[in-house]
């Protein structure tokens, strides 16, 4: 049950003190949340405690979760940029006095566009794995459908079948957040790595 409701409806749930949605919330975004911090922080040790920091802090907060301000994933990577932030501090690299023209390594980051990749990756997880696959090579590798026949030794018209119905799942599985049509899917197919 918890799996299918929505980041929003996982928090607003977690506010009431539901520790079942915190614990479908943790499963959703531990994962990127990790990866995030070991860029940031170059770290596993600190990586790992910046998602049960990061966690920790959701769940003490959700009741602040306004929607109406955003997605619930740029909520929680925003709350992760303040405690990779503090870490960086607590760690001692402080930075000194600025810099002409230097970016500060986490405040340049694009916490929006974080979010929105992440949902992103969290919906093609949950396709079937024969139409995650055609996508991944299509999008990530940026292969042909002839391409990804050839390397999935299947016939084209099964790649074009699979992409089909895995752009068909992603729109359905991204339409709460990131309104989209298949027709609209179908021409990205075409211009990336789907092209015939």
């Known amino acids: 049950m918890e799996e299918?409701?929505?980041e929003?409806?996982?928090?607003?749930?977690?506010?009431?003190?539901d520790e079942a949605a915190f614990g479908a919330l943790y499963d959703r975004f531990a994962r990127p949340l990790y990866a995030l911090g070991l860029r940031w922080l170059q770290?596993?040790?600190?990586?790992e405690e910046l998602v049960n920091d990061t966690l920790l802090r959701a769940?003490?907060?959700?009741?602040?979760?306004?929607?109406a301000r955003g997605r619930a994933g740029a909520w929680l990577f925003g709350i992760a940029r303040?405690?990779?932030?503090?870490?960086l501090r607590s760690r001692g690299r402080r930075p000194g006095p600025p810099v002409e023209g230097a970016?500060?390594?986490?405040?340049?980051?694009?916490?929006?566009?974080?979010?929105?990749?992440?949902?992103?990756?969290?919906?093609?997880?949950?396709?079937?794995a024969l139409q995650r696959e055609?996508?991944?090579?299509?999008?990530?590798?940026?292969?042909?459908?002839s391409q990804i026949a050839e390397v999935l030794g299947v016939p084209l018209g099964t790649v074009k079948s699979r992409t089909y119905h895995a752009l068909q799942g992603m729109a359905g599985l991204l339409e709460p957040i990131m309104p989209m049509t298949l027709d609209e899917a179908a021409p990205a197919a075409r211009t990336s790595g789907g092209r015939r």
């Open 82 to 87: 303040h405690v990779a932030t503090d870490r």
């Open 134 to 145: 055609v996508l991944l090579l299509a999008y990530r590798d940026d292969l042909s459908q």
């Open 59 to 67: 769940w003490r907060q959700a009741d602040r979760f306004d929607p």
């Open 103 to 128: 970016l500060d390594p986490i405040g340049h980051l694009d916490v929006d566009g974080l979010a929105e990749a992440w949902e992103i990756a969290a919906a093609l997880e949950r396709l079937p």
């Open 8 to 17: 929003d409806e996982l928090i607003a749930a977690v506010a009431t003190g």
């Open 4 to 6: 299918h409701r929505s």
């Open 43 to 47: 770290d596993v040790e600190d990586a």
